[in-house]
């Protein structure tokens, strides 16, 4: 699975990692703002929970065969 996570979306609402069934997605802080972050993306199960729960559009997951790993991307018009 790949997560792919538009940070500059984020608004650190926390909501993901809350409900996250295998407690990957964690918060992050850089002394300015507070962000998603990935923990462990191989163990993403795929269930789409924090796609659902993100009302910012900050993650997408993808089923990617042979492909594991997290992008970070700036969103298009941010
Ligand atoms: S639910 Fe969306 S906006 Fe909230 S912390 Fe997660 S990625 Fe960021
Ligand atoms: S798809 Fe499910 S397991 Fe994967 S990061 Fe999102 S909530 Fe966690």
């Given at each position: 699975?790949?997560?792919i996570l538009y940070t500059y979306n984020c608004t650190g609402c926390?909501?993901?990692a809350k409900h996250c069934p295998k407690k990957i997605l964690k918060m992050a802080d850089n002394g300015m703002c507070r962000f998603v972050n990935v923990?462990?993306?191989n163990s993403c199960t795929g269930c789409g929970k924090c796609v659902k729960?993100?009302?910012a559009k900050a993650i997408r997951i993808?089923?990617?065969h042979g492909y594991y790993g997290i992008r970070h991307f700036k969103a298009p018009g941010s």
């Open positions: 699975m790949q997560i926390g909501r993901c923990t462990d993306e729960l993100c009302a993808r089923e990617e």
